[in-house]
C-alpha cells in the first residue's frame, strides 16, 4: 500500500480552499446541509445557496417548522429539487426524533430521508470527527490511480471503501483529515480531464504515474444531456411556480411557450408523483 497519509495530510493543511463547512464552529447542521447541496453540484454554485439557506433556517427545527414548499422555493436553481423536499423530511425527523438535534451515529443518520451512506458517514466524520472512510467521486479516482494504477475509476462498488478503510490513520482527527485531503485532491488537482501530476504531494507514491498513464478505459455511466431533457422541462416547471408570488399556476399557463407539450406535461406529472408539485381544481402548486 503507497504511503499517501503523511503527504496528503500536509498538502492539505497548506493548500486546502477555504470552504463554509470546513471552518471551526460551522455545526452539524451546516454540514448536512452542505452534504445534500454538494450531490452532483459545483462546490461555487453551493456556498451562496448555503449562506442563504443557513440564514433563514440556521437549526433543523426552523426549517421543520416551514412549509415544504419553501424549501423547494428556497432550493431554487441548484437541480435536483427533491433533495429540497428530503432535507425538509429530515429535519423534521431530526426535531421529532432527535430532539433537533442533528444525530453522529451512522445508523441514525442513515434512517433520517434523503441520507445514503456517504452522507451519512460524511456527517459523522466531518462534523463530529468520528473515523469512517468516506468516498465520493474525488476520493473514488485518487483511489483509482494512486493504488490501483487505473485512469479512471471503475463503477461504485465496496472495493473503494474497503481500499479507503486500509489507509485511514488510526486517530481519529487524523482519519478526518485524509478523508478531506483526498477528497481535495481529487477536486483540484488530480481531476478528471486534467490532472496536475507536476504539483501532487503523491506523486511518488502513484501506480498510475509509475505505469507511465496507461488509459485504461472508463466505465462510468455518462450522465443524460440536459438541454431538451425532461430534467431541464422539469426545471422550467418549478421555476415558473417558484416565481409567481403565490407559488400557483393554472395548468394551462405552466410554461405555455415550451416547445414539446408532451414533454412538458410529462414534467408535470413526475413531479406531482415526487411530491414537488400538487394539481387540484385546475391550478399547479408547489407542496403545502
Known sequence: MPDLVRPLVQWYREHARDLPWRRAGFGAWGVLVSEFMLQQTPVSRVIPHLEAWLSRWPEPADLAADAPAEAVRQWANLGYP???LWLHRAAVEIRDR?????????????????IGDYTARAVAVFAYGDRHPVVDTNTRRVLARTVSGMSQPGPPSKRDLEAMTALLPADRGEAAVFNAATMELGAVVCTSRSPRCEVCPVASACAWRAAGYPDT??????????????????????????????????????????PDAQQRDRAIDSLVTDGLADASGGMLRLPA
Open 82 to 84: 427533491r433533495r429540497a
Open 98 to 114: 432527535h430532539d433537533g438535534v442533528v444525530p453522529r451515529d451512522v445508523d441514525d443518520l442513515l434512517a433520517l430521508s434523503g
Open 217 to 258: 478505459g472508463d466505465t462510468r455511466r455518462r450522465q443524460a444531456r440536459y438541454e431538451g431533457s425532461d430534467r431541464q422541462a422539469r426545471g422550467a416547471v418549478l421555476k415558473a411556480l417558484r416565481d409567481d408570488a403565490t407559488h400557483a399556476v393554472p395548468l394551462t399557463d405552466v410554461i405555455p411557450e415550451w
